[in-house]
T-cell receptor, first 114, second 109 residues
Framework: KAGVTQTPRYLIKTRGQQVTLSCSPISGHRSVSWYQQTPGQGLQFLFEYFSETQRNKGNFPGRFSGRQFSNSRSEMNVSTLELGDSALYLC?????????????FGPGTRLTVL | AQRVTQPEKLLSVFKGAPVELKCNYSYSGSPELFWYVQYSRQRLQLLLRHISRESIKGFTADLNKGETSFHLKKPFAQEEDSAMYYCALSSYNTDKLIFGTGTRLQVFP
């Protein structure tokens, strides 16, 4: 079974631009969650989608948004990029039935904002 | 507020020594607790979760609700255990994981 894939793996943008990151979950998984990982703040939850609906949201500004498609693939968008948005963005997928489901992480997208 | 605390950034031991990675949590309900591990150049992956009461790669973790702790233990460390370990909790009906800041375990030969 193929694992969680994320594209692109690396991205360089400048302040003020916007960016879209993509995540393809494991086949059959209906839940996709996004996390931001930085050296200073560690792993922080962004949002979770289940069956195309946002089920949970972390404490990030509205510049961060996401969506999920009918095939469970998910995208996250960051508008008006700031230097502090430089981070590794991880997505994770699970069956989504209960909070005890194993979450499988992708390799991440490394975003650098100049 | 939900919070996970891992007090040690770095834990260094010699091969064969016992290991205990500490994790304390703050949560008003009954959380699910997990340990995730990230080996060098690999993606984050689940090591174990308290509900399974299992031992993975010789590691065990017991949930102590009185002390709100979920420490990870292994009686005899191996060099291949060197990695970054994250404690995490999730609440009912959500996949949202709250992570601790992580502990880097270094096992020397």
């Amino acid at each position: 079974k193929a694992g969680v894939t994320q594209t692109p793996r690396y991205l360089i943008k400048t302040r003020g631009q916007q960016v879209t990151l993509s995540c393809s979950p494991i086949s059959g998984h209906r839940s996709v969650s996004w996390y931001q990982q930085t050296p200073g703040q560690g792993l922080q939850f962004l949002f979770e989608y289940f069956s195309e609906t946002q089920r949970n949201k972390g404490n990030f500004p509205g510049r961060f948004s996401g969506r999920q498609f009918s095939n469970s693939r998910s995208e996250m968008n960051v508008s008006t990029l700031e230097l502090g948005d430089s981070a590794l963005y991880l997505c994770a997928s699970s069956l989504g039935g209960t909070n005890t489901d194993t979450q499988y992480f992708g390799p991440g997208t490394r975003l650098t904002v100049l | 507020a939900q919070r996970v605390t891992q007090p040690e950034k770095l834990l260094s031991v010699f091969k064969g020594a016992p290991v205990e990675l500490k994790c304390n949590y703050s949560y008003s309900g009954s959380p699910e607790l997990f340990w995730y591990v990230q080996y060098s150049r690999q993606r984050l992956q689940l090591l174990l979760r308290h509900i399974s009461r299992e031992s993975i790669k010789g590691f065990t973790a017991d949930l102590n609700k009185g002390e709100t702790s979920f420490h990870l233990k292994k009686p005899f460390a191996q060099e291949e255990d060197s990695a970054m370990y994250y404690c995490a909790l999730s609440s009912y009906n959500t996949d949202k994981l709250i992570f601790g800041t992580g502990t880097r375990l270094q096992v020397f030969p």
